[in-house]
């Protein structure tokens, strides 16, 4: 089968072994992929991972035990779990020491032709929702989580920076909220997509100076931190969704003093953002910059990684 | 009057100016001070700090408005606030932007004849608790701040990281949730004194390799950071009570893939310490290394600054 991999260099490989799902697992057919920032970072030597990229996708069932399922529109959450170490029995299987991570952690990913994951990891799409907006699962699902963990009462102040493909759905997820929303961005035309639906959203130099209850960091840069948690209250949260390559230096004394939390924030849930999705209550197709064939994945991460680009995708069947 | 001054030296200033209290205020005759790490902190360069050093004390009113004060024995909270501002109106008043603290921050401290602080900070000091006792409010609320911030459930495993004077505060308090606590250290002589109270306190080396749901850093340095972050569980929670000049390097990606939770804790409750020193469930007086007049405060500092001391009390009247 095709797929596009990474192994010290990205390339497009034709003969590429079809992956056999083990017990458990069903083979899925992929039909629309999504490139994340994740991949662009793995790409710069992010958790050293080699193999199939990619980890949002839209696909159909191929094979697998569960004949209900077989033929069915799915998407898929990404951690494939153990489900018996004390992490797993104490309900946080995305945290399972022993994982694997579609496209990220020691398993092939979505952008191939086929693709296997354990069956409790699908979710089967509804008829109303087309590949286009169900390929924004996985990345809606992670700003939900945001929602997961901390408490965001209506009458707070929130800062959302970074006007990235993941700050644009963190926003609208927190929008729905009630709470006071402001966004900080670099790119005008980013930013009228969250205006478009009522969302003050401006460029970060021109945001106001009052401080926040919660600040969401989706810079997916070391310096959004810091401008992040120059914005937060005193006893005020501060919420991390960035990863990238290295450390950043800290004044942990100033956290204390200001008695800060800092929330450390990953993947989410599935079904919510199937729900959010199929009310029409967050809008992802008008974040997609440009959809390429598999044969032209080369071009697309090309593509993803310029400044100003929001979500590429991967027309695979 | 005497006072121990901070001005890029410190020196014991025999003329010293006795403070004036101004309305709201009220004038109080040190008894006891305690010497803390912050104080040793200040002697280094943090906060900027210069004048009377000092912020652990029980003394007596000698001048005040409210009349009913005048003669009491008291303790004091910190942090003089301006109570209009939308921080001190949120609730937040140990956070106004416009504070002043006690031996830390504008204000002149607790190691010298006299002090003022604002009435409303003032707790009277109930007859059953000895000065020696009492001394130690200030820090035991501190350590309760943890659980005005923390959620401690008695089926978590929680790990405190330092021996110091205020990890043996910390470790104290969180033992009385019946959570699965577990204390590590430096210092045999310093443990021996939880062991006697039934806590399971080890050298840091000697800690079990089982990750905790709450791990507390009472270290005072920054390297104790990177060991606290080493032993939280996924999703568990990293609670910082060190103050230190400098920064510290952060790999904040890690934080997020384990979706940890950073605390920054700081000012305590009074009221709830004073209820534990007076119904017995924390021992203070077994943490007192030494006790020096006044007179002899650089000796005091000295002391307190040697590996292995706890705490240095000054006795001032």
């Known amino acids: 089968m095709r797929a596009l ?12 072994p079809r992956p056999e799902p083990p017990p458990g697992e069903a083979l899925v057919r992929v039909k629309l992929a999504g490139i994340c920032n994740t991949d662009l970072e793995i790409v710069r030597g992010y958790m050293g991972f ?25 998407v898929g959450e990404i ?14 299987p995305t945290h399972c020491p022993h994982r ?3 496209g ?9 032709d086929y693709l296997i994951l354990p069956m409790a990891n699908l979710h089967t799409v509804p008829q109303a929702l087309n590949d286009e907006a169900a390929v924004f699962v996985e990345p809606l699902a992670a700003a939900l989580e945001i929602l997961e963990q901390v408490q965001v009462k209506p009458t707070m102040r929130v800062v959302v920076l970074g006007d990235g493909k993941l700050g644009l759905l963190v926003a609208q997820v927190l929008g729905l909220t009630g709470c006071d929303l402001v966004v900080g961005g670099h790119h005008e035309e980013k930013l009228a997509i969250l205006r478009q639906r009522g969302i003050d959203a401006r460029l970060a130099d021109e945001l106001p100076p009052e401080k926040a209850d ?24 501060l919420v991390l969704k960035s990863t990238f390559h290295g450390d950043v230096e800290v004044n942990l004394s100033m956290l204390v003093v200001d008695e800060i939390t800092l929330v450390g924030s990953r993947c989410g849930p599935f079904a919510p953002a199937l729900r959010l999705l199929e009310d029409g209550l967050v ?11 598999l044969d032209e994945g080369l071009t697309a991460f090309e593509q993803a990684q310029k400044k100003g680009t929001l979500k ?3 027309k695979i069947q």
């Open 214 to 237: 919660v600040v969401v960091d989706c810079t997916g840069h070391p310096g959004g931190f810091t401008a992040a948690r120059g914005m937060v209250k005193p006893r005020g949260t």
């Open 100 to 102: 694997t991570t579609l």
């Open 50 to 74: 080699q193999g199939v990229l990619g980890h949002e996708f839209v696909g159909v069932v191929e094979e697998c035990a569960d004949e209900s399922l077989v033929g069915r529109r799915v």
């Open 79 to 92: 951690n494939c779990y153990c489900g018996e170490c004390p992490t797993c029995r104490a309900g946080a």
């Open 283 to 293: 809008d992802v197709e008008s974040l997609i910059s440009a959809t390429y064939p």
């Open 104 to 112: 990220i952690w020691g398993r092939d990913g979505a952008f191939a």
């Open 312 to 314: 590429v995708l991967l």
């Open 5 to 16: 991999v990474y192994d010290g260099q990205l390339r497009l490989a034709e003969g590429y």
